[in-house]
């Protein structure tokens, strides 16, 4: 069924999904803020900043007026940086925003109050239907047509099909899952573990200490989960260990690259820089140092990262500090 659907957003993902899409017979609208970037992109069909070796059909439409993006919309993409998407929803005209399927791409919590993304639209839009695309999938092989596997978890059985149907193609593959809480913190949280693997081979450390490191870490998603109403089981899954393995392994994550920079010895500001793009690890770890926090949750790989993100701790002494911690059984919660 060809569908109109409009994105909010495009960076990279946006316009690795934004080609998938088209490609898959769909009308596609593209929002963005910079009208400058709106028209180069119109002309040129190729986004030169983030995916430069990308050809952009010529069926996709750019335009940085989002009411029009929206109004005839039948789904919206979100793929805009989490701590914006509020602002984001609240430029959109009360009419524009009712009855619509919601799909977010982006990943992470909301800062301050403590938000997942779904909170976030139910909040800001008016009886509309809620969803997460998430799982092991960075833009640069999706646009280049690579194969890749990922989730849309809905808590609308029928909804969640409908969205599979719409993004699965020869080299998308789209599984169902009705855990949403889930699907995003499994997404969200394993940004702040990737961080740390960047700075673990920043530092100089081995394999060793990275396996350790990306298993406790879906250890630790999981407890946080479980606490906020999640089923234990999505994080075994492509949204969690999935999604996990490629973050805190590939050259495409800007997360693990921003943690690597880390250990190497730059501050964080000067690794965000450095990156060129946004690093939603770094607003996430607050966010969930926060949540750990407030839910009574132990989450100590988040401590040592919110340690290292605030207070500049030394990267060294801090992994020594989790090394050294009580002797324990292992336990996956």
Request: glycine share 8%; charged share 25%.
């Amino acid at each position: 069924m060809n569908r109109k659907i409009t994105l909010l957003g495009g960076g990279s993902w946006g316009t690795a999904l934004a080609k998938l899409l088209s490609e898959n017979g769909h009308q596609v609208t593209v929002w963005l803020r910079d009208e400058n970037q709106c028209i180069e992109l119109n002309r040129e069909r190729v986004n030169k900043k983030y995916l430069p070796k990308i050809q952009i059909p010529d069926n996709i439409i750019f335009t940085s007026n989002i009411n029009e993006a929206v109004k005839d919309a039948e789904m919206l993409l979100i793929v805009t940086p989490t701590q914006k998407i509020r602002s984001v929803l609240k430029q959109i005209d009360t009419e524009f925003k009712k009855d619509k399927i919601i799909i977010n791409a982006s990943k992470g919590i909301e800062i301050g109050t403590l938000c997942l993304v779904s909170d976030i639209v139910k909040e800001e839009t008016t009886d509309c239907t809620f969803a997460v695309l998430s799982g092991p999938s960075h833009a640069e092989e999706v646009g280049l047509s690579l194969p890749t596997a990922i989730t849309v978890a809905c808590d609308d059985k029928k909804i969640s099909e409908e969205i599979q149907d719409t993004f699965m193609s020869s080299y998308f593959r789209v599984y169902t899952n009705e855990d949403v809480i889930g699907a995003e913190l499994g997404g969200a949280l394993k940004n702040i573990i990737a961080l740390g693997a960047g700075i673990s081979d920043g530092i100089g450390y081995g394999d060793n200490a990275k396996a350790a490191l990306i298993n406790r870490g879906i250890v630790e998603i999981a407890r946080l989960g479980i606490a906020m109403g999640a089923d234990v089981h999505t994080f075994y899954g492509l949204t969690g260990i999935g999604d996990l393995i490629v973050t805190c392994t590939s050259k495409h994550s800007r997360n693990y690259n921003a943690g690597n920079l880390i250990g190497q010895g730059l501050k964080k500001d000067e690794a965000i820089k450095k990156i060129g793009m946004v690093v939603e690890g770094i607003p996430t770890t607050y966010a969930a140092y926060e949540l750990s926090k407030k839910l009574n949750v132990d989450m100590p790989i988040v401590g040592a990262m919110y340690d290292v993100l605030e207070n500049d701790a030394d990267v060294k002494e801090t992994v020594n500090k989790l090394m050294l911690r009580d002797k324990k059984d292992e336990k996956m919660l």
